[in-house]
């Protein structure tokens, strides 16, 4: 990095972090500093959803993502907007009319306390590990290519991040969120457009896009109904709209942001602006992607883009047969140019050759089989290793061929990206330990004071918790992939609980909390023996936590209302 890049990603940051806390600081009471005193406008509160959501996996994984593997997980976006349709008609409404702090209140007023309290913890086990990935997932990245300290990365984004939300709580949040949307779309358009421009100049975008499509990047929809499908449309549509809704309907991190609205109707708008522009902003980054796959059609690409594993594999006594895969990758990429301007040139001539289509498709091939014996030559180094680089790609492409400068803005997207998120998780664990478990327990009442006091020494204890969790995080396959997996896991039985609580009034507090708890352990089994895609756990969980609740109240009612508790 350059000392203008250094400069760049320094001010952006400090100026983010420095901004929240002075403007946001001397919160008064728990409304303030929980729900900013319920003063954010529509757009703001559309704004901070999507930077909530959009975490720094979201901008390193997803590029990575469709550079692998094309547009099709777009697909999983598809029930988001259905889902926000659905959150306005019915969720905001109750939530603003109970006045609650946070969504598990309602829970309380609906059931009892044991519902209340298990919704609350089951969220504060999944946010709190994704808090801590949230956090680890820029912080191994950068650190592998920039040769930084793994631990010093994750305590500077976790420190930067608890400065100003312990501050200024919602309304830092809010504020900062802003700030980080407008870096991070900046960075991103003007990588699009970079890209474009380092391309042959005989390529038009029209070009562009036939080279992906003969290269399957463009293949968006699937129909297959092959449940052990990671993205199809129906996996998408039916598992996306379960997992949209349980995350914007019953996740605290997302819940806190709209009931910060000025209004209802203000709440409505900023998630409706959610679902309005969630798709498009995802399949945008998914193209740029597709771009940087179309960059090194043109371009020399790595064997392998994870630095780590290229420098474990040369160090050891497999260097000689990793240099000689990267002599036939080169050699493959020079074939591949040719063919690709010769495919170009007779998309000019309105003329399809398929011997050249096929021909570039055979290449792709060939390179995929050189990486993919890079990657056993890697594991024979360490059996250990994570050999999956899609979460290298983009960065590798940012940090090598990025002008100065833009190299500093788009690392200030990243990290603007993981602080948005990050903060967010860390003033939804803080508000829901105050108010569900804390303040709701205590005995003695205690001043105004005293409980934002409280909220923002928790914020502190969840910062430092999701730090240490980062610290000691492995690396998971495609990260973006692992967010939403631990998602799957635990959003499916919290929506069912309040699917039961808003829509089938007869279901009463036993049996709901002994429905949502064998739902949770029988869906962390499913996961276990790998039977269908993460997606449809979403589904299985709330389908089972309704019927589930709804037997046991047969029961109940059959045997006299008589069942146990603990």
């Not at 999983?76 to 959150?87: E, H, T």
Request: positive net charge; glycine residues 6%; contains cysteine.
């Amino acid at each position: 990095m350059q000392a203008l890049d250094w400069i760049i990603l320094c001010v952006t940051l400090l100026f983010i972090v420095g901004y929240g806390a002075i403007k946001t600081r001397g919160s008064k009471n728990v409304e303030e500093f929980i729900l900013g005193n319920n003063e954010t406008p529509w757009w703001t509160v559309g704004l901070s959803v999507m930077a909530t959501q959009a975490s720094a996996i979201t901008f390193l994984s997803t590029p990575g993502q469709a550079y692998h593997d094309g547009m099709g997980f777009v697909q999983f976006y598809f029930g988001l907007p259905l889902a926000m349709i659905l959150i306005c008609i019915t969720f905001i409404p109750i939530f603003h009319k109970l006045k609650v702090f946070t969504a598990y209140e309602f829970l309380e007023q609906r059931f009892d306390i044991k519902t209340r309290t298990l919704a609350s913890l089951i969220f504060l086990i999944q946010r709190g590990l994704g808090t801590g990935l949230t956090i680890y997932a820029p912080s191994i990245i950068l650190s592998s290519l920039l040769g930084w300290n793994l631990n010093f990365m994750n305590l500077m984004i976790g420190v930067l991040i608890i400065i100003y939300t312990v501050s200024g709580g919602t309304r830092a949040v809010n504020v900062t969120h802003k700030q980080q949307m407008f870096v991070i779309m900046s960075g991103m358009f003007i990588t699009f457009f970079l890209i474009l421009s380092y391309l042959p100049d005989e390529l038009s975008f029209n070009n562009v896009l036939h080279i992906a499509g003969a290269n399957d990047k463009l293949n968006i929809l699937d129909f297959s109904f092959d449940p052990e499908k990671r993205y199809t449309i129906w996996s998408g549509i039916a598992g996306g709209f379960f997992l949209a809704l349980a995350y914007f309907g019953t996740d605290q991190s997302q819940v806190q942001r709209y009931l910060s609205g000025r209004s209802v109707k203000e709440s409505q708008m900023g998630l409706i602006m959610n679902g309005l522009l969630k798709v498009p902003m995802q399949f945008f980054i998914l193209l740029i992607g597709v771009m940087v796959f179309i960059f090194f059609q043109f371009h020399s690409a790595p064997l392998h883009f994870n630095p780590n594993n290229v420098k474990s594999v040369n160090s050891s006594v497999y260097k000689a047969d990793y240099d000689v895969l990267e002599k036939q990758l080169a050699a493959v990429a020079e074939e591949k140019k040719e063919i690709s301007m010769l495919y170009v040139n007779q998309l000019h001539q309105d003329y399809d050759n398929k011997e050249l289509h096929n021909r570039m498709v055979a290449l792709n091939t060939r390179e995929k089989d050189l990486r993919d014996k890079a990657k056993d030559l890697i594991n024979k180094v360490d059996s250990n290793a994570e050999t999956n680089d899609k979460d290298y790609v983009f960065l590798y492409f940012i940090i090598n061929f990025l002008p100065k400068g833009l190299v500093g803005l788009l690392l200030a997207v990243i990290f603007s990206a993981a602080m948005s998120s990050s903060a967010s998780g860390l003033n939804a664990l803080a508000s829901t330990t105050t108010i569900d478990i804390y303040r709701r327990n205590i005995k003695t009442p205690k001043s105004e004071k005293h409980y934002v006091n409280a909220t923002k020494a928790f914020t502190l204890l969840w910062g430092i918790i999701a730090i240490l969790f980062a610290c000691v995080g492995t690396l998971f396959e495609n990260l973006i992939q692992l967010v939403n997996i631990i998602g799957s896991i635990f959003y499916g039985t919290v929506l069912g609980v309040f699917l039961v609580a808003f829509y089938i009034k007869y279901v009463k507090a036993q049996a709901m909390f002994w429905g949502a708890l064998i739902t949770q352990v029988a869906v962390i089994y499913i996961y276990m023996i790998d039977i269908v895609s993460f997606l449809w756990l979403n589904i299985i969980g709330a389908v089972l936590a309704i019927l589930l609740s709804m037997l046991l109240q047969m029961f109940i009612n059959g045997s006299g209302g008589k069942l146990k508790t603990a």
